[in-house]
């Protein structure tokens, strides 16, 4: 379980331990709190890169919104839109979710 963890030297570092330890894990909880993206759709991709190439995406992850989260979508405004595309996770909805991640 961690939160916070951003795209720094030592994020790089906590997903390397993360990846060292990864045989021993189900999954992982992150707890909000992952790119600070603040709006930046960039800072959303470097964080990915990091994530993946650190070792994290090694593991499957169930993860929280933080408040670096809530940032709204150019177009629609909507909060949370840059998260959601990125990050899919059980929810409770009536919709059902197709391949492109649009709701029917």
């Known amino acids: 379980m961690v939160g916070d963890i951003g795209q720094t030297s030592n ?9 060292a330890h990864a045989d021993a ?3 992982g909880v992150i707890l909000g709190d992952l790119s600070y993206a603040d709006s930046n759709a960039s800072r959303w991709d470097s964080f990915h890169r990091v ?10 992850w169930l993860v929280l919104p933080g408040n670096h989260e809530i ?5 629609s405004g909507e909060d949370f839109v840059p998260y ?4 899919r996770t059980p929810q409770v ?8 991640s649009e709701v029917m």
């Open 84 to 87: 959601r595309k990125r990050w």
């Open 71 to 75: 940032e709204p979508d150019d177009l």
């Open 51 to 60: 994530f993946d190439l650190q070792g994290c995406a090694d593991i499957p």
């Open 25 to 27: 894990l189900d999954f």
């Open 11 to 19: 994020s790089a570092a906590t997903c390397r331990d993360i990846r």
């Open 93 to 100: 909805a009536p919709e059902v979710v197709s391949n492109d």
